[in-house]
């Protein structure tokens, strides 16, 4: 990726399509004369106030034809995204109109940016780090609010900051032993027993934040909950009535649904991804037979099951068959039909599965629905605390791991009675993986991966 900086880049930041308004953006030194000589405002260039609209015309400055009405705003470096000279032109969101300004801007100077490009300038001119960076694009791409929620405040900084503090008790702890090496006499000595307790509680935060990232692959790709249970229990009523949209057919036909259907509900922000499948039971064709293998296949993979029953009608051996083949997953039952007249045994179901909760709903009348949303969230849901970090990529939960490897290195020596200068010594090699976590070490190739995950124009 090209990386000069005295480039001004320009490309369109709004989403590919017809739109509202669109916007073209600019980032470099010449952005305001490039963005003047493609769009004409009233007001003469040395007056042009800071972040507000201007309106004006989108020009082709050669034929001095007008294309469109909009309205140019300029953000006086370092007071802008990349902390350089930005303007962005917003007019109607035509691509036609869109790719013609680029074009004009082209011509009259700017170069068009590469993906993530902006970005990059925000980060090698010191306004964000890499995580931050990440952050960024994690919020754009966040397919639930729980997402868009943790990397809002990792772009804000609180990841960074998290890591910086680490660092820091990384380098004060190495100052002391350092120190202590150096003036074994004065009361600056530490004992084995003072860094082990800084260790050991670098160690335990370290350890809880890589294991985070469970949860924020969970978040990411979202939960799998599959629903389950015996033919005509009204599987894919339930199916329809969570997604609020009649995609799977429902007929009074045991049988009627063969291969699984998979679609995606956010439930209070949590994006959870709801498979409808083949009914348990006695196959009358051989697809429904497949079907029904290959729902045991994705249910026994699930972050959750919904063991459905038909309410109105008696327990039968196929309900318990399930039930104790999925012992071990996490589950809900569910009770369906109960706007008819009762006919299972609750109690007897329930002994079976002790402590599992349970619900009665009406996927028809959609009785308790908004209670069994409730409880998938409770049961399924990684329990976010608020004020918790969640890692979200690999290449961070391996950086983090590194850290931690070095300092476990660092205790493990200390407890065999290695010396003050061994232990710092295996202290200190957290230290690159820290500065790899954040970008203060720079790798063209990882910067590139980061980057080019980016749309073109952020
Ligand atoms: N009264 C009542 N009928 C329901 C309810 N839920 C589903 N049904 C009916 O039960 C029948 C079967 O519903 P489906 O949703 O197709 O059941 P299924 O479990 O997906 O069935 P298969 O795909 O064949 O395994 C249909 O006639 C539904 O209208 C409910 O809550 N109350
Ligand atoms: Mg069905």
Redesign the pocket.
């Known amino acids: 990726m090209n990386q000069t900086l005295e480039d001004t880049i320009i490309a369109i930041s709004t989403p590919a399509g017809h739109g509202g308004i669109g916007i073209v953006r600019l980032s470099g030194p010449e952005a305001l004369p490039i963005a003047r000589k493609i769009f004409c405002v009233k007001e003469p260039e040395q007056n042009i106030p800071a972040r507000t609209m201007c309106f004006g015309y989108l020009l082709d400055d050669e034929s001095r034809e007008t294309l469109d009405a909009g309205y140019l705003c300029y953000f006086p470096g370092p007071y802008s995204y990349t902390r350089e000279e930005v303007v962005e032109i917003h007019l109607h969101g035509s691509p036609v109109l869109l790719n013609e300004a680029v074009r004009l801007g082209i011509r009259a100077g700017a170069r068009p940016a590469h993906p993530g490009e902006f970005t990059l300038r925000a980060y090698l001119n010191g306004r964000i780090d890499v995580i931050q960076a990440e952050a960024i694009n994690d919020l754009i791409r966040a397919s639930s609010l729980d997402q868009a929620r943790i990397s809002f405040k990792q772009m804000e900084g609180s990841l960074s900051r998290k890591i910086a503090s680490a660092r820091e008790k990384i380098v004060d702890l190495l100052t002391l032993v350092e120190t202590s090496l150096e003036f074994p006499d004065e009361d600056t000595e530490i004992t084995p027993e003072q860094i082990r307790t800084v260790l050991l509680d670098l160690i335990g935060d370290l350890g809880r934040l890589a294991s985070s990232y469970e949860q924020g692959r969970a978040l990411l790709e979202g939960l799998t909950v599959a629903i389950l ?1 015996r ?7 339930l199916f329809n009535a969570l997604l609020e949209e009649e995609r799977a057919i ?3 036909y ?4 063969r291969d699984f259907i998979r679609e995606n509900i956010q439930v209070d922000g949590v994006l959870m991804k709801l498979v409808d499948m ?2 348990f039971g006695q196959a009358s064709h051989p697809v429904e037979e497949e079907g029904i293998l290959r729902g045991q296949k994705l249910a026994e993979k699930a972050d959750g099951l919904l063991v459905v029953l038909d309410a109105s009608r008696e327990e039968s051996p196929e309900d318990f068959l399930l039930l104790n083949k999925f012992r071990n997953k996490k589950k809900l039952l569910v009770f ?2 109960s ?2 007249k009762p006919a299972i045994n609750r109690q007897k179901v329930l002994d079976t599965c002790p402590g599992v909760s349970w619900v009665e709903v ?4 959609g009785k308790n629905l908004g209670q069994l949303k409730k409880m998938m969230l409770e049961t399924f849901a990684p329990q976010l605390e608020k004020q918790e970090e969640i890692i979200l990529h690999q290449r961070q939960k391996v950086l983090v791991d590194s850290i931690k490897n070095s300092l476990e290195n660092g205790l493990k020596l200390l407890d065999e009675g290695a010396g003050e200068e061994l232990v710092a010594e295996a202290i200190r090699e957290a230290l690159p993986a820290i500065g790899q976590l954040t970008g203060e070490i720079r790798n063209q190739e990882v910067l590139d991966q980061i980057f080019n995950r980016f749309c073109i124009g952020k």
């Open positions: 249970g033919t005509n229990v009204g599987k894919s009523t429902v007929t009074p045991p049988g009627t649904t083949a009914g369906n039909k706007d008819l009406s996927a028809l009348t």
